[in-house]
């Protein structure tokens, strides 16, 4: 069984810094990305960033320039930086893990991440 544990949101000010963590543990396939979606209240969940086990990333449009995204495949960790903070990325920010052989996605539990002064 697969597991992820987030941590790291909180309140911030705008233009403010923020570190998201989330560790995987049970076993997952080689083969795989991690990544990060957010929702924010009354939204659709979003894509905000990716990183295959190769170390490919991929970002939205919105994040791109102020959020990276990092992973360390020895700990089944994946980590995300966020810089200039605005008050449009208050969310619940969600981990994803996605294996390809087999097909499997995993979700965390979700963090609040709030910006605002």
């Known amino acids: 069984q697969v597991r992820l544990v987030e941590s790291g949101g909180g309140l911030v000010q705008p233009w403010g810094s923020l570190r998201l963590s989330c560790a995987a543990s049970g076993s997952i396939a080689g083969n795989n990305a991690m990544g990060w979606y957010r929702q924010a209240a009354g939204k659709q969940r979003e894509l905000v960033a990716t990183?295959?086990?190769?170390?490919?990333?991929n970002y939205a449009g919105s994040v791109k320039g102020r959020f990276t995204i990092s992973r360390d495949n020895a700990e089944n960790t994946v980590y995300l930086h966020m810089n200039s903070l605005k008050p449009e990325d208050t969310a619940t920010y969600y981990c994803?893990?996605?294996?390809?052989?087999?097909?499997?996605?995993?979700w965390g539990q979700g963090t609040q991440v709030t910006v605002s002064s």
């Open positions: 994803n893990v996605k294996t390809y052989y087999p097909l499997r996605v995993y």
């Open positions: 990183v295959a086990n190769g170390g490919t990333s």
